[in-house]
């Protein structure tokens, strides 16, 4: 099912707000909710067809919330969503028809029935014909490399086949649009590697699928995504590429110098000079040899005239070392400067 | 299409259910503790309880029979709906389901068909069991009669299982519709006795029970052989119980879900 629209998500001012039962359900039942909590706030995204689009946020930033939003598990307070064209609040039906979903939840299959069963049930429910269901299974048992445990029970499975048949059941229907909310949560590095491997394969391969990627883990989004949005308390505080994200804070690379014959108040003396930001002095064996690290502030890069300071009151240089930001700082940087 | 959702969501469930093997076979060899049992309760009542059996040609094991058929038939539509939301909230996989293009209703339909099949298989055995093991005499039964009060009952029954369901989307624990009509109907329905034992004002308030006219026509077509017109009263307070039932129970579940999806509460349990 193709649309003329050219963004496979597109949200207007999507927001979600929590309330607390109110009347009869008050009295009946207990909910989490005490008071109205803004879940998600005016969130304007979008995302182009065959895009690996990446969701960064701290727990409780409103990820899950967005994503259940746009797969029609959850109805948006106000505004509105899309996908690949279709409105997933009033034609929610076609909405589902080109979404595939996988979570980073063990409980979501049948766990007294085999994988194989388990894809035969969901490919029922995605419409697809029953002779063509075996083969589709085979196929996506396939691509996850999980052809030879199809057989076993569910309950047998490592947290890792788990989630390669989480993969295998969104990818049945073959979404425009698959959703990936903390695939790897709780997997080991052999299976992140391969489910890794699986989302590049879909990205690259000949339906180029939109894929929206929700983590935590840094280095993922950074290895897989073309775009990343990172949101903080329900609004996106960030949207762009991860070079984006480090030129806007690139500036401010840190700098190690391993110097001797200089003490602390000499290298005071150059950091108050140069109004060098994140100073830190140490010296770590108490044997003379200081650890000078410092970033510059942004634009500004008298590198050159630090070291030739510090030579002139008379130390010596021992390594010059650039620490590139990695974008955990940076993403730290960004969310903590938003809290403040 | 809905049927292969039907045999998509009947082949997990026997599969399920087949997986735990000794259950299953233990159910069966229930159904004859417990059919024996009433056989043996009826040789004690004799003709004791004839005045009260006199309308069903007193013969109390025939007729507890069917009042048992009739009360699994109602438990199974009282309690499919519900347990199949909740389980499947509570299995983690209502959401999984949820993101496929299958709609809420037609899981929450095709997750009962199973049960309702089940409960199908579980009444033959009964009946088959009564009648050749412990002989019964259901020989004048008027089948199509029955079918057709079996099929009102089913479809009452069902709507107040959904409207249950409902109740069990929102609140997740608590219902109180199987309670009320669960717990009072195999008492104020006449499923073990005929009501005419109870005292009158009793006998009033089962009158606003489906299940009384269930049973009753039920039991007049298989053991009495009743034709439509015999039961037409019965018929007709069946009918009006589905005529207002049904589209209550609609209108429920539609906005048991417009809250769970406002809620963000459909997944959980």
């Not at chain 1, 690259?204 to 990172?230: F, S, V, W």
């Amino acid at each position: 099912m193709e649309t003329s629209s050219i963004y496979a998500v597109e949200t207007k001012d999507l927001t979600k707000i929590y309330m607390p039962p109110s009347g009869i359900r008050k009295v009946l039942m207990r909910s989490p909710v005490r008071e109205n909590i803004l879940a998600v706030d005016s969130i304007n995204l979008q995302v182009k067809k065959g895009e690996v689009f990446g969701l960064l946020g701290p727990n409780g930033a409103g990820k899950t919330t967005l994503i259940k939003m746009l797969t029609t598990l959850l109805r948006p307070t106000s505004g509105s969503a899309h996908l690949a064209g279709f409105d997933v609040v009033r034609q929610e039906d076609e909405a589902r028809k080109v979404i595939g979903l996988v979570t980073g939840e063990e409980r979501s299959f049948y766990w007294r029935l085999t994988g194989r069963q388990n894809l035969n049930f969901f490919a029922g429910l995605c419409n697809i014909k029953r002779r063509e269901i075996p083969q589709k299974i085979d196929q996506v048992l396939d691509q996850v490399g999980l052809s030879q445990a199809a057989d076993n029970m569910f309950y047998s499975y490592s947290s890792g086949m788990k989630q390669k048949l989480s993969i295998a059941r969104a990818l049945l229907n073959e979404p425009q649009v698959l959703f990936l909310d903390e695939p790897t949560k709780s997997v080991d590095v052999i299976a992140i590697a391969e489910i890794k491997r699986f989302i590049k394969e879909l990205a690259n391969g000949e339906q180029k699928r939109t894929i929206l990627l929700a983590t935590h883990r840094l280095e993922e989004a950074e290895e897989l995504c073309d775009r990343i949005a990172i949101v903080n308390k329900g609004r996106i505080i960030f949207c762009g590429t991860v070079g984006e994200l480090k030129k806007t804070l690139g500036g401010r690379d840190q700098y190690l110098v391993v110097t001797n014959g200089i003490d602390k108040a000499g290298c005071k003396g150059v950091s108050d000079k140069y109004v060098l930001s994140n100073t830190m002095i140490e010296n770590p064996g108490g044997n003379g040899t200081i650890e000078f690290s410092f970033s510059f502030a942004n634009g500004s890069n008298p590198l050159s005239s630090v070291l030739n300071d510090i030579i002139a009151a008379g130390g010596t240089i021992l390594s010059c070392e650039k620490k590139e930001r990695r974008l955990e700082e940076m993403f730290i940087d960004i969310v903590s400067g938003d809290r403040n | 299409m809905i049927f292969n959702k039907l045999l998509t969501f009947v082949t997990r469930d026997m599969h399920i259910e087949l997986s735990y093997r000794f259950a299953f076979a233990m159910r069966f060899v229930n159904i004859l503790f417990s059919v024996a049992s009433f056989f043996f309760i009826s040789k004690l009542l004799g003709r004791s309880a004839n005045p009260y059996l006199a309308g069903y040609h007193g013969d109390y094991f025939a007729f507890v029979l069917i009042g048992i058929a009739m009360t699994s038939f109602q438990s199974t539509g009282l309690g499919a709906f519900s347990s199949s939301i909740s389980g499947s909230q509570s299995q983690g996989t209502l959401e999984a389901m949820l993101v496929t293009p299958t709609k809420l209703p037609v899981i929450i339909l095709s997750s009962s068909v199973w049960d309702f099949l089940f409960t199908i298989l579980n009444i033959l055995i009964y009946l088959v069991v009564g009648t050749l093991v412990f002989g019964a005499d259901l020989g004048r039964a008027n089948i199509p009669v029955a079918l057709v009060v079996l099929a009102l009952t089913v479809l009452i029954f069902s709507g107040l299982g959904i409207i249950s369901a409902s109740v069990i989307m929102v609140l997740k624990r608590g219902d109180p519709v199987s309670w009320l009509f669960g717990s009072t109907s195999s008492f104020l329905g006449g499923t073990y006795f005929p009501i005419a034992v109870l005292p009158v004002w009793l006998q009033w308030i089962a009158y606003a029970f489906p299940v009384f006219y269930a049973l009753r026509a039920m039991r007049y077509a298989v053991l009495n052989g009743a034709s439509l017109s015999m039961i037409s009263g019965d018929l007709l307070a069946l009918l009006l119980f589905a005529v207002i039932i049904m589209p209550l129970s609609i209108f429920a579940f539609k906005q048991a879900v417009r809250i769970a999806k406002i809620d963000g509460t459909l997944g959980t349990y």
